[in-house]
């Protein structure tokens, strides 16, 4: 199974940017898509962006297109979330997950990391 550390959250004024680092361990990640979600209290979880490693092919939510950004190291390997022009909205914890291939469900999920927008 692959392990999942976050790092990056934190608590910034509307309009600033932070970048979300995710690194993974013990596993093949060819077989997976990792993704970002994030959870805030009342609302759904919701896939903010997302890497199909094997073919690199990515994903990102309408909610944020234009000020998120996902990316990747292959050396490391790591993914992360360039956030920018933050909004009270974006605030949530936000997850690092793995979806096997085939499937419609990440599975697998990191300790999560908290990323607080104040207006």
């Known amino acids: 199974q692959v392990q999942l550390v976050e790092s990056g959250g934190g608590s910034v004024q509307a309009g600033a940017s932070l970048r979300l680092s995710c690194t993974a361990s013990?596993?093949?990640?060819?077989?997976?898509?990792l993704g970002w979600l994030r959870q805030s209290p009342g609302k759904e979880r919701e896939v903010v962006a997302a890497?199909?490693?094997?073919?690199?092919?990515?994903y990102v939510a309408d909610s944020v297109k234009g000020r998120f950004t996902i990316s990747r190291d292959t050396a490391k390997p790591s993914i992360y979330l360039q956030m920018n022009n933050l909004q009270p909205e974006d605030t949530a914890v936000y997850y690092c997950?793995?979806?096997?291939?085939?499937?419609?469900?990440?599975?697998?999920w990191g300790q999560g990391t908290q990323v607080t927008v104040s207006s």
């Open positions: 013990g596993g093949n990640l060819s077989y997976y898509t």
């Open positions: 890497i199909y490693w094997a073919a690199f092919k990515t």
């Open positions: 997950a793995t979806k096997p291939r085939g499937s419609n469900e990440y599975t697998n």
